[in-house]
């Protein structure tokens, strides 16, 4: 039984893909849903009000979860935090003890995968729990 689970986002259209792959479980009511999303300490803050205004207050993915928080029917909670991503997640789902980690893949591949890392493969590797990766075929 899962009793925790941690829903990485990261703001970008997969984050639609991350959120209906939770949906597909049959979750206990007594499921704890942690939804996750980590500012990358490596995004200089041109880059941020440049590429996504929206996120460098964190208020439109914060509206934006709760709206997800607002439709389930468990236990759930928010977890903005800054710092690298994949240690970031790993972090948080040490300290709330999940079952799983639910995390989107951006697909990168070649000379993009070496200079940007796959956060998502570092969780795999790292995580001390189960992580479902959910892949965006349609990119």
């Known amino acids: 039984m899962l009793k ?5 986002v990261d703001g970008s259209p997969s984050m639609e893909l991350v959120i209906q792959a939770l949906e597909q479980f049959q979750l206990q009511p007594t499921t704890n849903i942690i939804f996750s999303h980590v500012i990358s300490a490596q995004e200089s803050d041109s880059e941020t009000l440049a590429d996504r ?12 979860l709760r709206l997800y ?33 639910i995390i989107g893949s951006r697909g990168l591949t070649g000379l ?9 493969a570092q969780v795999v590797a790292e995580a001390h ?7 965006d075929n349609g990119q």
């Open 4 to 8: 925790t689970i941690l829903v990485a």
């Open 69 to 101: 928080q607002d439709k389930l029917d468990l236990r759930s909670e928010l977890e903005i935090v800054h710092g690298d991503p994949a240690e970031e997640i790993i972090r948080l789902a040490n300290i709330y003890k999940a079952d799983l980690i």
């Open 112 to 120: 993009n995968r070496i200079l940007q890392g796959s956060v998502s």
């Open 53 to 64: 205004p929206h996120l460098d207050s964190g208020e439109y993915l914060q509206e934006k």
């Open 129 to 135: 729990c189960s992580v479902l990766v959910v892949k």
